[in-house]
C-alpha cells in the first residue's frame, strides 16, 4: 500500500532552517509528481510546491519563493523541502503529497500524516 511518511520538522527560532524529508513507499516513486503542502492553525490547506517526476521542473508558492527548495531522490524513494529563512507564519503542519500521474494536473491521491513546523524565538 501507498505510505508517505514525513519527517524533520521541529521548533526552530526566526530565520532558522529545517529540512523536511519525506519517505515513500508502495508505489513507483520516480513515475510521479510530488507536492508539499501544508495547514497553519485555523486555516486552509496551502500548496507549498511541487516537483515532477524526473525533478526536470520545480514549482513555488510566491511565499517560499527564494526561500525554500524542494529536490528528490527517486533512488531512495524520498522527497525533501529545504527550508531556510523561516518566518512565522511559515508555522504549520506540513504535508507530502502524491500526485496522480508524472506531471502537474492539480490533482492528489495520497497524503502523509504530516509534519509539525513551529516556528518561534
Known amino acids: 500500500q501507498v505510505q508517505l511518511v514525513e519527517s524533520g520538522g521541529g521548533l526552530v527560532q526566526p530565520g532558522g532552517s529545517l529540512r523536511l524529508s519525506c519517505a515513500a513507499s508502495?508505489?513507483?516513486?520516480?513515475?510521479?509528481?510530488m507536492s508539499w503542502v501544508r495547514q497553519a492553525p485555523g486555516k486552509g490547506l496551502e500548496w507549498v510546491s511541487s516537483m515532477d517526476s524526473d525533478g526536470g521542473n520545480t514549482y513555488y508558492a510566491d511565499k517560499v519563493k527564494g526561500r525554500f527548495t524542494i529536490s528528490r531522490d527517486n533512488a531512495k524513494n524520498t522527497l525533501y523541502l529545504q527550508m531556510n529563512s523561516l518566518k512565522s507564519e511559515d508555522a504549520a503542519v506540513f504535508y507530502c503529497?502524491?500526485?496522480?500521474?508524472?506531471?502537474?494536473?492539480?490533482?492528489?491521491?495520497?497524503w502523509g500524516q504530516g509534519t509539525q513546523v513551529t516556528v518561534s524565538s
Open positions: 503529497v502524491k500526485g496522480i500521474g508524472p506531471y502537474g494536473s492539480g490533482y492528489y491521491d495520497y
Open positions: 508502495g508505489f513507483t516513486f520516480s513515475n510521479y509528481y
